[in-house]
């Protein structure tokens, strides 16, 4: 089975500008989740999707947003970027959810955003 | 509120040697999965060991295992016969009942030729 693949790989957007990161995940899974990761905060939850409903949410403004589709594929969008938003964009996907406590997840490779 | 602890940033050993990585969690809830990942400087995200909060007995897998200690809300990583490609960023991680994975702030372990 091939990966949970992310696409771009790395990004460089300025100020202000809106930017939208693409994850497929692993055929089958149907539960895409996505985290920010930065030297500062770590590991950051932003939201899981589940059959294309967000089902949690992490504490970050409404500028972040993200939307899954119907084959399971799932994008986040961040809106008026701003320095801080400087990122390593982490994607994981998994096969249950919610009340599964081994909820193992399989990570893509990130996309790595540089706001100047 | 849920929260992982993970009081070492920074770890060295010495090749061939085993090494324990610490983490403390909090939650209230009594049904919880605990998760070890690796995050080599490539960046990607590798799970390495799960242990339920029922179950039993420690987890192992290969050269890792869980030192669980329940009462202590312990969930501690002992890599044994450490190598060179065990250097890495090591994250706990715990997922209680219908809520997300929380992770904590991680472990950068070196291993010394």
């Known amino acids: 089975k091939a990966g949970v693949t992310q696409t771009p790989r790395y990004l460089i957007k300025t100020r202000g500008q809106q930017v939208t990161l693409s994850c497929s995940p692993i055929?089958?899974?149907?539960?895409v989740s996505w985290y920010q990761q930065t030297p500062g905060q770590g590991l950051q939850f932003l939201f899981e999707?589940?059959?294309?409903?967000?089902?949690n949410k992490g504490n970050f403004p409404g500028r972040f947003s993200g939307r899954q589709f119907s084959n399971s594929r799932s994008e986040m969008n961040v809106s008026t970027l701003e320095l801080g938003d400087s990122a390593l964009y982490l994607c994981?996907?998994?096969?249950?959810?919610?009340?599964?406590?081994?909820?193992?997840?399989?990570f893509g490779p990130g996309t790595r955003l540089t706001v100047l | 509120a849920q929260k992982i602890t993970q009081t070492q940033p920074g770890m060295f050993v010495q090749e061939k040697e085993a090494v324990t990585l610490d983490c403390t969690y909090d939650?209230?809830?009594?049904?919880?999965?605990l998760f070890w990942y690796k995050q080599p400087s490539s960046g990607e995200m590798i799970f390495l060991i799960y242990?339920?909060?029922?179950?039993?007995q420690n987890a192992t897998e290969g050269r890792y295992s869980l030192n669980f200690q329940k009462a202590r809300k312990s969930a501690n990583l002992v890599i044994s016969a450490s190598q060179l490609g065990d250097s890495a960023m090591y994250f706990c991680?715990?997922?209680?009942?219908?809520?997300?994975?929380?992770f904590g702030p991680g472990t950068s372990l070196s291993v010394i030729p």
């Open positions: 994981a996907s998994s096969p249950s959810l919610g009340g599964d406590l081994y909820n193992e997840q399989f």
């Open positions: 055929s089958g899974h149907r539960s």
């Open positions: 999707y589940f059959s294309e409903t967000q089902r």
């Open positions: 939650t209230s809830d009594p049904s919880y999965g």
């Open positions: 242990q339920g909060s029922y179950d039993q």
């Open positions: 991680a715990m997922k209680t009942s219908y809520d997300k994975v929380i």
